[in-house]
């Protein structure tokens, strides 16, 4: 990729008066304690945005330039230098690790244009690498006063935009952003595309007591299954030991790195994340992390890993991993014990990553996800446009048929499916 012609040092004049914005592909000119005041109590923001997860993605040779990642963070400061906006960006020599698709977008922008030096990457892209955690994207210091933080709000979207022009870049895409920002982009002429994930939500007015309280909310053949998959999990002598922050070891970090591998290896393809990424996070940010790990005769034989908001109360199931085959123990491990979990210690929300039907009938509900996308060359943006008018009608007839056959009892005090915020 060519060399990207920007200089933090050369802010540009933002919009509102006084306030300037600034481009870093150096994330150690953030000060992390200003860029951490802009996540707090964000949905999606811990661990996944705070700087210190983003800088371990790029420093680890995780998301870096190596890999087709190059960090160009946006900032909006006012004259005495005070961080009051941002967002998390990169710009991509692919589309890898980003779990909405744009190849074909690719492909037809390059049949088209490529004989005119005109190519879809690179672009520019505001997500979580390797992630796909909805949340904000763009971040307002949350003691804004309300009509600047939507002026920052225009700012970041038409920094992003100007940024892309002046580099000649062919697009931008920011992914399972939150509904307001989703309303935002639109009325500044991004196209949105919808998707569908699978999330737990424990009960409002009266929280489950425990897993035999969320089981019984089910229908009955929906009950049995999961009870079933239980005792053959536990007929097979798997006990699990739970770990949490700074309780976890480097042995448990060797196992459990050891077991995320294993699942790509499997599937003839390298990890995304080195083993460097999680030494750095467990570090810097170990209150975000539980592990657990399943032992069968006192041997490690499978881990899977959550990540965790305790602020916010959510938590996101992130990657697991097996060096035993075990009937049912994916079920075990990614969903029943994080569910036991999440009711125990009284969590609001379980993300169960993307896509996954077979979710459903184990208690997560689907909600639908919002990414929104700048398009600059206009006969590629009327096609995709296009696309997406047919694509959301059946986004929305599938959720429709998910909705219907929701696994509990239609007595149940279940949450109605909603849009992420």
């Known amino acids: 990729m060519s060399s990207i012609q920007t200089d933090s040092a050369d802010a540009q004049v933002s919009m509102v008066a006084g306030l300037t914005v600034h481009w870093h592909s150096d994330l150690a000119e953030i000060d992390a304690e200003q860029w951490d005041d802009l996540v707090v109590g964000v949905d999606g923001g811990g661990p996944f945005l705070r700087l210190a997860f983003l800088r371990a993605m790029v420093d680890s040779g995780s998301a870096c330039p190596d890999t087709g990642w190059h960090p160009l963070l946006l900032t909006v400061r006012d004259a005495q230098g005070q961080l009051l906006a941002g967002s998390p960006l990169f ?13 074909a977008w690719a492909d037809a922008h390059d049949r088209a244009l490529a004989s005119q030096g005109a190519h879809y990457y690179p672009k520019l892209l505001s997500a979580v690498p390797f992630s796909p955690i909805p949340g904000q994207r763009l971040l307002v210091r949350p003691d804004v006063p309300a009509d600047l933080q939507m002026a920052l709000h225009t700012q ?14 062919s697009s931008a895409h920011a992914l399972f952003v939150s ?23 424990n009960r409002e007015e009266v929280p ?12 009955r053949d929906k009950r049995k299954k999961i009870q079933q998959e239980r005792r053959k999990v536990r007929e097979a002598g798997i006990e699990f030991v739970i770990r949490q922050g700074a309780e976890l070891t480097q042995d448990d970090w060797d196992f459990f790195y050891r077991c995320y591998a294993q699942t790509y290896l499997e599937r003839g393809r390298q990890p995304y994340l080195t083993r460097d990424f999680w030494q750095r996070v467990s570090q810097a940010l170990p209150e975000h992390w539980v592990l657990f790990t399943a032992m069968q005769g006192g041997t490690p034989v499978a ?18 991993g097996a060096v035993a085959q075990v009937s049912c123990l994916h079920f075990e491990a990614c969903y029943y014990q994080p569910l036991a979990w999440c009711i125990a210690q009284g969590y609001r929300r379980f ?14 509900m689907p909600v639908a996800t919002q990414s929104v996308h700048w398009l600059a060359h206009p006969g590629l943006r009327d096609a ?3 696309f997406l008018d047919r694509e959301s009608q059946g986004i929305g007839q599938y959720l429709e048929h998910l909705d219907a056959r929701a696994p509990f009892k239609i007595s149940s005090n279940v949450p109605e499916r909603n849009e992420v915020q």
Do not use: M
């Open 91 to 103: 710009v991509k020599d692919h589309s890898y690790g980003e779990y909405v698709f744009d190849w």
């Open 156 to 169: 970041l979207l038409n920094a992003i935009t100007a940024q892309c022009e002046a580099q000649g870049w």
């Open 179 to 201: 509904e307001t920002e989703a309303q935002q982009a639109e009325r500044a002429g991004w196209l949105r595309r919808s998707g569908v994930q699978f999330h737990w939500e």
């Open 208 to 219: 489950y007591g425990d897993f035999e309280d969320f089981l019984a909310s089910l229908q």
């Open 303 to 320: 881990s899977a890993l959550l990540a965790i908001d305790p602020v916010r109360r959510v938590a996101y199931g992130r990657y697991w």
């Open 351 to 364: 993300e169960g990553g993307a896509q996954g039907e077979h979710k459903l009938a184990r208690g997560l």
């Open 384 to 386: 995709v446009a296009r």
